[in-house]
């Protein structure tokens, strides 16, 4: 098993920034890749950026890229999510997730574990 607690959401004016953290523990950290996802209300889960088992390789969707960071620190167990230029529809509920599977990371259904999640509101 693998918990997963994500921090740092919160409500921030458009074109600010916010870190998100999600903290693991249980099993081997750097056995897994790490990704983020979110979910805004009424909208499915949709896959924001993912980052390989030693940091070196990310992925990222369309709409976050160039403005969105995902890196990770194995030694503290901890994977990052630095949002910057944020707009309103960036608003949502953000979930740190771990698989183990290298393919398909920006598919929900890769992801064996999640977070709680944490909410982020960017105001216009």
């Known amino acids: 098993q693998v918990q997963l607690v994500e921090s740092g959401g919160g409500l921030v004016q458009a074109g600010g920034s916010l870190r998100l953290s999600c903290a693991a523990s249980?099993?081997?950290?750097?056995?897994?890749?790490m990704g983020w996802f979110r979910q805004a209300p009424g909208k499915e889960r949709e896959f924001v950026a993912a980052?390989?088992?030693?940091?070196?390789?990310?992925d990222y969707a369309d709409s976050v890229k160039g403005r969105f960071t995902i890196s990770r620190d194995n030694a503290k167990n901890t994977v990052f999510l630095q949002m910057n230029s944020l707009k309103p529809e960036d608003t949502a509920v953000y979930s740190c997730?771990?698989?183990?599977?290298?393919?398909?990371?920006?598919?929900?259904?890769?992801?064996?574990?999640w977070g709680q999640g944490t909410q982020v509101t960017v105001s216009s």
């Open positions: 980052v390989s088992r030693n940091g070196g390789s990310t």
């Open positions: 997730a771990a698989t183990s599977l290298i393919n398909a990371v920006v598919r929900a259904t890769s992801y064996n574990y």
């Open positions: 249980g099993r081997t950290f750097s056995d897994y890749i």
